[in-house]
């Protein structure tokens, strides 16, 4: 009982010198230990590591899930060690409204059978968006959650021991300088000089072991950039197959859209400038409006005769076919992904399109789904 008295006692007188100094520094009454400038430099960095860390996490939490209820719930889920809840993407939840409303107001008649159509794709895409969200919260989010969880914690728990062990050495130093002008005044004996001067050693040797160890952990702040960067790569990765992935899907539904008999085609968009890019994710991120099949003849047209097409006096070019297309009819070629053809233009073609020849085949091909070659 006695010795927890003690050390209760010891405790507040410590913490009362730290106090006490610290109150004296903001006042300018007491010389202050300054860190080095390479010291200096390594806190402000952890400083700002942590902060655009938290930044970016809110904002990236905010991209994945927009509504800040759903937030909520899910971190109180995760401070409760429980498992999320799965939620059912709004694409999903659209896509179940029109194939209700399909079901309700007639599967077979035009304005059905597109309500359907639509709501597989849009189920598709709610499917996608749910993988990424996934694979962005693993390879993304949990990272940046470690960093301001786990080694913050700790560098901030070291930095407060620092700043105490400062204080601690600071004090020393004032009580020195308090016990050697007495000691000239010879109100005190030596040996208060002599003890202040040890205790002066042990400050200054516990204050330099701990500036060790932390500056070792802030150091460790590249490593911690390094991890970040890697996760960032993972995180755009991501997010490139997912907008490929809705790409593809919207391509084939508006393939799909402008076959059905009666439906109805608006204006095409105006075209798109050729494609000049030299990847698949280049090209997807472009997203060119692909013009129904049923519009692809302007009026007055005739169809193509494959058998009297040559190619231009511009001459020809190689092209890398980006995704399996399946033809419409005898008057386009139908591609597979990753095969070279040869394409060409025609005089007053739609430049949504392109001649294509493979060996003895022709065909009309959408410009869409090929990367020009130099």
């Known amino acids: 009982m006695d010795f927890n008295m003690k050390k209760l006692a010891s405790d507040a007188g410590i913490f009362f010198t730290r106090a006490v100094q610290f109150t004296e520094e903001k006042f300018g009454q007491a010389e202050k230990t300054e860190l080095d400038a390479h010291f200096e430099n390594l806190?402000?960095?952890?400083?700002?590591?942590?902060?655009?860390?938290?930044?970016?996490?809110r904002q990236t939490e905010v991209l994945l899930q927009p509504n800040p209820s759903a937030r909520v719930e899910e971190f109180l889920y995760e401070k409760l060690d429980r498992?999320?809840?799965?939620?059912?993407?709004?694409?999903?939840?659209?896509?179940?409204?029109?194939?209700?409303?399909?079901?309700?107001?007639?599967?077979?008649?035009?304005?059905?059978?597109?309500?359907?159509?639509?709501?597989?794709?849009?189920?598709?895409l709610g499917a996608a968006e749910r993988d990424f969200i996934h694979a962005a919260s693993v390879s993304f989010l949990t990272p940046l959650r470690n960093f301001l969880e786990g080694d913050w914690?700790?560098?901030?728990?070291?930095?407060?021991?620092?700043?105490?062990?400062?204080?601690?050495?600071?004090?020393?130093?004032?009580?020195?300088?308090?016990?050697?002008?007495?000691?000239?005044?010879?109100?005190?004996?030596?040996?208060e000089v002599d003890k202040a001067e040890q205790e002066l050693r042990v400050a200054q040797t516990e204050f330099d072991r701990q500036a060790e160890v932390t500056r070792l952990l802030l150091e460790g702040i590249s490593s911690t950039h390094v991890n970040h960067l890697r996760c960032l790569h993972e995180f755009v990765k991501s997010q490139t197959t997912y907008y490929a992935q809705c790409y593809r899907h919207m391509l084939d539904l508006q393939k799909q859209l402008g076959r059905f008999p009666g439906t109805f085609v608006g204006t095409p968009e105006?075209?798109?400038?050729?494609?000049?890019?030299t990847s698949p994710t280049t090209a997807a991120a472009t997203m060119p409006v692909v013009p129904a099949v049923a519009s692809l003849a302007p009026p007055g047209e005739a169809a193509l005769c494959l058998e009297e097409v040559a190619p231009s006096t511009s001459g020809t070019r190689k092209a890398r076919v980006l995704y399996d297309y399946e033809a419409a009819d005898s008057s386009e070629l139908a591609l597979l992904?990753?095969?070279?053809?040869?394409?060409?233009?025609?005089?007053?073609?739609?430049?949504?399109?392109?001649i294509g020849e493979r060996g003895n085949k022709k065909g009309k091909v959408p410009v869409t789904y090929l990367e020009l070659l130099s």
């Open 83 to 124: 498992k999320v809840p799965s939620r059912v993407t709004n694409g999903e939840l659209l896509a179940q409204y029109m194939a209700e409303a399909a079901s309700e107001l007639g599967p077979t008649t035009p304005y059905g059978t597109t309500l359907v159509k639509v709501s597989e794709a849009e189920k598709r």
């Open 153 to 191: 914690k700790t560098i901030s728990k070291e930095r407060r021991l620092l700043q105490n062990r400062r204080l601690d050495l600071d004090a020393c130093k004032a009580r020195l300088k308090k016990a050697k002008a007495a000691e000239a005044k010879a109100s005190l004996w030596n040996d």
């Open 337 to 354: 992904a990753d095969e070279l053809i040869t394409v060409y233009s025609l005089p007053g073609m739609d430049p949504d399109w392109l």
């Open 270 to 277: 105006p075209a798109s400038p050729p494609l000049s890019s």
């Open 43 to 57: 806190l402000a960095r952890a400083d700002s590591t942590k902060n655009w860390t938290e930044r970016i996490l």
